[in-house]
């Protein structure tokens, strides 16, 4: 699957049985549409195991959740109490807020109906009877073809009461989110579905022993929810086979910033990052040399050209110093200020914080202003160490991740285009902004 902003220019990704349906510029709204492309054979054959079991299954697929973590769906799974006699629930986080991530984004709009296969079948295997999807609020047009979507699915017996005459049943409903980035964190978009501000809570207890509304509740993302159907309909072992040992299974790759064609990719698990960027996203705009790569999302730390030739898996990734995350790869060529973009990514988290946290929130307005200083021309002998200073009395300190995810982008930068930070400081200036 491809979605590319250059329709002049289509690109030709991997092909496969695993890859999604929709073609470039296509759009699958309608339940019939769906249903003759083979849609909804997974959760009929679900429905006819047991739960247990399409949880082994998950398990055994190695499917590790794609919102940024990277945890074992399955795994999670069976982290539910067995013996909790409370109602259990499935939420799903659909608040895409990473700035460069725009994968879900893509389900929620075109092709929505993979997603609601993978509720439907997460939610019998957990034993859950009713399900949120957590829509970000912004997402005004996602909402509604979503909740179309479901419309469609209640009409034709796939959800409410004794789905497909199974004997079980689901209710599902659409949640907009508040408006804030720190909702995308799973213990604050709870909160705020419950009504009460997003602000992330302590825990333990995890969600899996006391989630929603007091409730053993499970949290997956998007397309880790439209990943279990391909489980289902091809099996365990040949998703595993589509990515690498312990991380099964295809990726939907992100790529935008100074690319001939920014949009989604849908590769294997553990595709190398150099073939994303010059294969599929056409390589850079007028062929310039690569500066730097934002390989997950803005909080995962920038790799530079000469650290490309990575495989885009979660421990490839790791091992090199940064993190899959989204897989939102951020390309900028040579002439670009890093200085200028580490200060972009500061003032968003600094703005996004939710001022719960000391450390964030007093942590993530001195990294803004510090970068900012340097970048006008204000900066003085030192601010690179205070940032890494700072930086790093944020980082591990916080309730949610908010803190890490302000801390590693200026700890990353800093260290690798020091002497970007110290020429700024020495000439009292941008020089990329004065020739």
């Given at each position: ?31 019939d ?30 499917l ?5 973590a990277?945890?074992?769906?399955g ?145 997956n ?28 299974g ?87 200020c ?31 202003r ?23 009395q ?42």
């Amino acid at each position: 699957m491809s979605e590319n902003a250059d329709r002049s220019a289509p690109p030709t990704p991997p092909t496969g049985p695993f890859l999604l349906r929709c073609r470039p510029g296509e759009a699958i709204l309608r339940l019939d549409d769906h249903l003759t492309r083979g849609g909804f054979e997974p959760v009929r054959k679900a429905l006819a195991m047991d739960p247990d079991a399409v949880t082994d299954e998950v398990k055994r697929a190695s499917l590790r959740g794609r919102g940024g973590a990277g945890f074992p769906a399955g795994v999670k799974w069976g982290f539910l109490p067995k013996d909790n006699p409370k109602p259990r629930y499935l939420v799903v986080n659909a608040d895409e807020g990473e700035p460069g991530t725009f994968k879900d984004r893509y389900f929620l709009e075109r092709d929505p109906f993979p997603l609601l296969e993978g509720v439907i079948i997460a939610s019998y295997a957990i034993r859950a009877n009713v399900s949120y999807i957590y829509i970000r609020g912004e997402f005004v047009k996602q909402i509604r073809v979503v909740e179309d979507a479901i419309r469609q699915l209640y009409d034709r017996g796939f959800l409410g009461r004794n789905v497909l005459g199974t004997g079980y049943s689901l209710d599902v409903y659409v949640h907009p989110g508040a408006g804030a980035y720190v909702c995308g964190e799973e213990s604050a978009l709870l909160e705020s579905i419950e009504g009460k501000p997003g602000r992330p809570r302590n825990r333990p207890p995890f969600p899996a022993q006391v989630g929603l509304f007091g409730c053993p509740t499970i949290i997956n993302n998007v397309e880790t929810m439209a990943c279990v159907p391909l489980v289902l309909r091809h099996g365990a072992d040949a998703f595993l086979k589509m990515g690498v040992p312990g991380d099964g299974g295809p990726k939907i790759y992100c790529v935008s910033g100074h690319v001939k064609r920014p949009g989604l990719y849908e590769a294997p698990m553990g595709t190398n990052l150099k073939r994303i960027i010059f294969e599929f996203a056409g390589g850079t705009l007028d062929d310039r040399p690569i500066l730097g790569v934002i390989p997950g999302g803005s909080s995962t730390p920038v790799l530079t050209a000469d650290e490309l030739d990575v495989a885009m898996d979660f421990n490839s990734m790791r091992a090199k110093g940064s993190m899959l995350g989204s897989a939102a790869t951020v390309v900028f060529t040579e002439g670009t200020c890093p200085v200028a973009v580490l200060l972009r990514i500061s003032r968003f988290y600094a703005h996004e914080s939710c001022g719960q946290c000391t450390p964030c929130r007093e942590g993530t307005g001195w990294l803004e202003r510090v970068v900012e200083s340097i970048e006008h021309g204000n900066g003085r002998p030192g601010d690179c160490d205070l940032l890494l200073s700072a930086a790093g009395q944020i980082q591990g300190n916080t309730i949610c991740a908010l803190g890490d995810a302000a801390a590693m982008p200026v700890q990353s930068f800093v260290t690798k285009f020091r002497a970007d930070f110290e020429r700024h400081i020495a000439e009292g200036r941008c020089p990329h902004a004065h020739g």
